[in-house]
Structures are given as C-alpha cells and as structure tokens.
C-alpha cells in the first residue's frame, strides 16, 4: 500500500504542477484583460494536458495523441475556425503590427515565446495542431538520418512576415477577412506539406524539423528549459535505444544544454518509456 501511494504521488506530481500553472495564466489573463474567455481557454486546456499527463504516467502509449487532438482540435476548429482567431505565424505579424494584445499575440506569447522558458517544446509535442495528425502517419521513429535542411524554416518564417507588410503597404481593405483566410489556406499547407514531407523522408515530424516556422521562437527559448529529459549516468548502459526512438533525433543521454538537438526535444518521452533500465 505504501508503496503504490508513493507512485501515486510521483505520478500526481506533474500534472499538478502544469494544471497551477494554467490557473495562473488564466487568472492573469482576466486581470489584464476582464476578458472571461481567457479563464474558461485555459483553464481547458490546462485541465485536458493535467489529466493527460497523470494517464501517460500509467503508461498508456497513445495518451499524448489523445492530448494533442483535444487542445488542438479546440485551438484549430474551436477559436481558430469559429472563433476567427488567425492563431498562425500571420496572425502573430497582423495583431502585432496593429499593436494589439490579443488572439494571436497572447496564443504566441504565452505557448511559443515565454512558455518554452518552462516546457521546452512541449507545445510541438501536446498541443500542435498540425503535428497532432502528423503524429498518426507511419514513420513514428526516423528512418533516415536527419536532413541539413533547417534553414528552409527562415523562409517561411519571412514569408509569414513579408506576406503581412505587403497588406498594410498595399493598404489592402477587408484585411480581417483575408486573415481568416489565410489561417484556413496556410494550415492546409502546412498539413499538405507535413504529410508529402512525412512520406519523402519517412519521418512523421520532418516537417517539424525543416519547414516548421514557429520553431524560430521556440528553438532558442527551449534551450534554457527548466523542464528536460535527463539521464542518470549511474543507470545507463549505452544501448541507444532511446536515441533510436526518438521522433525528433535527440542525444537526451547528454546532459549539457549543448547536446545534439537539444532544443528539438518535444517532451514526448518516448526515450523515457523505452528505456531498459529506467535511466531517464
């Protein structure tokens, strides 16, 4: 008995924690703004991530799927498509420009900027609504060595920018509408994209790791991390078997922030689970 409430409470732990965090955001959010909406979104979205952790703890492997498909389907059909939040790159660039702080400039400040600071790239890898269909193609595990192909990101970063400065120069009315749009297109895209890229390298998140343009914000964030992965040199054997299965090629035997792809760690923990001798 006292050994499965000692588990219990290791498992609870966790969730606890990102479930506070949440509240607090949410409460901040409607101190700043007197907007009830933010109290009610996060409250949601930390409430489904919470008691998603506490059942991956019980190791059920396709938990984060269920995750990823209840905040992101609620971002992307919910606030994005009924709501008419642009919550994409162009959406950050347009209410930024305007200089409102609200739809997308929160969603990025809070999840791709700031957020990092504490989760790494933990949205990529619970919330991301293109790499939560993604996530249900075949090559779950890379079967190719991974690609120099980062750089093309910076272009689509700068597209997203470019494609923003050339409606205000142009002085294009009806912008909100165009907008909408272009949430609707450019996630199209991505989703296109994504799977065509998925098959061509036999990787599910080859998107993620060449194309993706919000990664531009949160590689550097993730680097100063509180929560990672680490390894207990003591423990581990050197089997490989946790660089073999992990989606985003992450050397998480390596405990120094400079470790290979360190900051492309999604917090799937995969290695975590797979690891024979429960070193990580």
Aim: some cysteine; aromatic content about 16%.
């Amino acid at each position: 008995m006292r050994e499965y409430m000692e588990e219990f409470k290791l498992n609870i732990k966790t969730p606890i924690i990102m479930e506070a965090v949440f509240i607090v955001i949410a409460a901040a959010m409607y101190l700043a703004t007197s907007n009830t909406f933010f109290i009610f979104n996060f409250l949601y979205i930390g409430t489904a991530i919470a008691v998603g952790l506490f059942m991956m703890a019980k190791n059920n492997r396709y938990t984060r799927n269920l995750i990823m498909l209840a905040v992101g389907c609620y971002l992307f059909f919910y606030v994005g498509i009924l709501g008419h939040e642009n919550l994409s790159l162009s959406g950050f660039w347009y209410y930024l420009s305007l200089g409102v702080f609200e739809g997308a400039v929160i969603h990025f400040l809070i999840a791709k900027i700031l957020g990092p600071l504490l989760f790494g790239r933990g949205w990529c890898g619970y919330a991301c609504w293109t790499a939560m269909v993604l996530d249900f193609l075949p090559y779950k595990v890379p079967e190719q060595p991974r690609k120099r192909l980062g750089w093309i990101r910076y272009i689509t970063f700068a597209a997203a920018l470019i494609f923003i400065a050339a409606l205000f120069l142009a002085h294009v009315g009806n912008i909100e509408r165009i907008m909408f749009w272009a949430f609707i297109i450019g996630n199209v895209l991505y989703y296109a994209a994504g799977i065509l890229l998925a098959f061509i390298f036999r990787d599910n998140r080859a998107f993620c790791k060449y194309v993706c343009p919000i990664t531009v914000f949160l590689k550097p964030m993730s680097y100063y991390s509180l929560f990672r992965v680490k390894c207990d040199k003591e423990k581990c054997i050197s089997c490989g078997k946790c660089k073999r299965v992990c989606p985003m090629n992450v050397d998480v035997t390596d405990n120094s922030r400079k470790r290979e792809n360190g900051t492309e760690c999604i917090l799937c923990m995969e290695c975590v689970r797979n690891c024979p001798k429960g070193a990580l």
